[in-house]
């Protein structure tokens, strides 16, 4: 990766609101929501936030924010002010995941323009739907020679290539989260997706999954859509 592109901190922040919430009145409730609503567009041109659900996909989260910047510290400071609203202090955040953008040392002889490898930074399409899940590999993957490493790989990306429906987003979080990193799925088929990791499931690399769980199904939507849907 170029030294001039510079590179981004990725975080996908779900939320979920407290069930006495909904006990409080319509008034009360529109009110909190109008102002965790204005947080997120006071924040529009310091950083990129990018609103789904999970209402009805899982039952530990309501929403998640994809949020993308180039300082850690808009995520600190974005949080405590969507938490001190009057929507946010009847929210808990039951997951968070943090990771930065790094070029892949896998992809040289699989790219093609626009190519997930390619990518020193991550630019979100437009598509409804988005699957999102912390990774990590065992470790005797990284004890394998990287000529190995390399043909295994290319398996995996050869499979990834079928399905030119899906977008893959890959972040990379060594040291600076519990996983090693957050892969965020975007398509507008589901089904593609759901064949594409079941194909994976038969390649030569997937012994070397150690744990890609929990996994988030999420739609994107509107704000006000987004916090409509909690009643």
Avoid at 169 to 187: K, L, P
Wanted: aromatic share 14%; charged share 30%.
């Amino acid at each position: 990766m170029s030294d001039e592109i510079k590179r981004q901190y990725v975080n996908y922040l779900f939320f979920k609101a407290d069930a006495a919430w909904r006990q409080l009145s319509r008034e009360e409730r529109d009110r909190g929501r109008s102002e965790f609503e204005g947080v997120g567009k006071d924040w529009k041109g310091r950083a990129l936030i990018i609103p789904f659900t999970t209402v009805g996909t899982r039952a530990d989260t309501d929403f998640v924010l994809w949020r993308i910047s180039e300082r850690l510290e808009d995520f600190t400071e974005m949080s405590t002010q969507l938490l001190n609203t009057g929507f946010g202090k009847w929210c808990l955040t039951p997951y968070s995941y943090l990771g930065m953008t790094k070029r892949s040392m896998y992809v040289d002889h699989h790219e093609h323009e626009g190519s997930e490898g390619r990518r020193g930074r991550v630019v979100p399409g437009q598509n409804k739907y988005i699957f999102i899940y912390p990774f990590w590999k065992t470790r005797a993957w990284y004890l394998l020679p990287a000529e190995e490493r390399q043909r295994l790989m290319n398996e995996h990306i050869r499979v990834g290539h079928l399905y030119p429906r899906v977008k893959l987003n890959t972040t990379y979080s060594f040291g600076i989260d519990d996983q090693e990193f957050v892969v965020a799925f975007e398509t507008n088929y589901p089904e593609d997706f759901l064949d594409l990791v079941q194909q994976l499931r038969e390649t030569e690399i997937s012994p070397y999954t150690l744990k890609d769980t929990p996994i988030f199904t999420c739609i994107r939507m509107t704000p006000e859509d987004m916090l409509a849907r909690l009643g």
